[in-house]
């Protein structure tokens, strides 16, 4: 009788602890450690890369040729979040996340990614090709161990390089499609590649605190304000012809380049608004300009690949310009 | 004698959250398994050749 009794006790104690939110999470949890906002970007710029490849796949193997680069996106999402939950435990952007939330361990996090990463890369493989899959494997190898583990808390540059592992996407849809790589999907890789600092400095700019606290030495904390203004400015101009030559190739034309051309003016302008601003101004007015630069590049990212993705389909209709 | 009827513990409904997600995702991956394996088997077979078969060697 007593035994049951201290059971039922030691019952009622663990459901309270679990009600807590210790280490008992829900689905949604899982799902949000996968980073489901850049696993948006990364199924987004694939599809058009493979969509744009000038050989085809059937439908069901293109579905999980994105559905397998984007579980691989997701692998790389929760394995850097279990890396990184020291320091998102200090910024504020990142507090919530499952693992500093303490709704998911950091072990179940790395079985998660590991897992993930595993399956989608060999799924891959068997879907369309192992040139693909061997791509996906270098991503998540790259945006884990190259950037998470040694460049994020080692180097300013950190961004620059680190953008890589986001601009592979596109490269693995077209490899997919074609097995083999052609300069369409090269540009589109140093398109997203020149695009990611000028948006993680606009970034870095109005969340000032939070890089700093947590020690990373993201260009803002390293080199100051003026000069990550400078960056930002310089990699819209180097971006600029980047965008425009992509026009040029078999993806291309009339429709992309006259977007690009708006967009890169547009871009362009804006970096050149921040350069021309100084610290007191901004913080002033709480950053609008910054925020503004930040919201705008996704637009941009999002209108030259949805520029390519109309094209693909008006070569489709016969209008193919070059 | 019958059990008082309780609301389920917040702790229980996370967990049937994903036990139910992990359910659906497994089905799913079974049935996209299933359906490349369709893909790939027909489209060998219209190549004229079933599958896992090599092209007969000419006497």
Same mark, same amino acid.
């Given at each position: ?8 006790? @030691? ?7 679990? $009600?807590?939110?210790? *280490?008992?999470?829900? !689905? ?16 987004? &710029? ?13 439908p069901l193997e293109s579905f999980a040729a994105i559905l397998f ?21 200090i910024m504020r952007r990142t507090q919530s996340r499952p693992i ?6 950091? #072990?179940?996090?790395?079985?998660? #990614? ?13 879907? &369309? ?18 950037? @998470? ?13 680190? #953008? $890589? ?14 097995? @083999? ?14 695009? &990611?600092?000028? *948006? !993680? ?9 939070d890089y700093s606290r947590a020690g990373v030495p993201m260009l ?22 980047? $965008? ?37 101004? %901004?913080?002033?007015?709480? /950053? ?11 637009? /941009?990212?999002?209108? *030259? ?15 193919? %310009?070059? | ?7 389920? *513990? ?41 599958? #896992?078969? &090599? ?5």
């Open positions: 009788m007593i035994a049951t009794v201290k059971a039922t006790m @030691t019952d009622a104690r663990s459901l309270d602890d679990g $009600a807590m939110g210790e *280490h008992d999470a829900g !689905f949604g949890d899982f799902v949000q450690l996968l980073k489901p906002r850049v696993m948006s970007l990364v199924v987004f &710029t694939a599809l058009v890369g493979l969509l744009a490849a000038p050989m085809s796949l059937h680069i984007a579980l691989g996106g997701g692998a790389s999402g929760a394995l850097n979040m279990w890396y990184d939950a020291d320091i998102d435990r500093p939330a303490g709704r998911i361990t950091g #072990g179940e996090a790395a079985g998660l #990614g590991l897992g993930l990463g595993l399956i989608s890369c060999l799924m891959l493989g068997l879907a &369309t090709n192992f040139a693909a899959a061997g791509l996906l494997a270098f991503t998540i190898f790259f945006y884990v161990v190259i950037y @998470t583990m040694w460049l994020k808390r080692w180097t300013p540059q950190n961004i620059v390089i680190g #953008g $890589a592992a986001g601009a592979f996407p596109p490269v693995i849809g077209w490899m997919a499609a074609t097995g @083999t790589i052609a300069w369409p999907p090269v540009l589109m890789f140093a398109l997203i590649f020149l695009w &990611t600092p000028p *948006h !993680f400095w606009a970034l870095a700019l109005f969340m000032k605190d803002t904390v390293t080199h100051g304000r003026r000069v990550t203004r400078r960056h930002i400015l310089a990699y819209t101009l180097i971006l600029a012809p980047v $965008a425009l030559a992509l026009g040029l190739t078999s993806v291309g034309g009339p429709v992309y380049l006259a977007v690009a051309v708006v967009l890169n003016a547009l871009f362009i302008l804006g970096g050149l608004r921040l350069w021309r601003r100084d610290e007191e101004v %901004a913080v002033a007015d709480n /950053y609008v300009a910054e925020r503004r630069f930040f919201r705008f590049s996704l637009l /941009y990212l999002f209108g *030259h690949f949805a520029a390519i993705l109309a094209e693909t389909v008006l070569h489709g209709m016969g209008w193919a %310009a070059w | 004698m019958v059990a008082p009827i309780r609301p389920d *513990h917040e702790l229980h409904q996370r967990r049937r959250s994903r036990n139910m997600g992990l359910g659906a995702v497994l089905l799913a991956f079974a049935i996209l398994i299933f359906g490349l394996t369709v893909v790939k088997v027909s489209r060998q077979t219209a190549d004229g050749q079933p599958p #896992g078969m &090599t092209a007969p060697v000419s006497p």
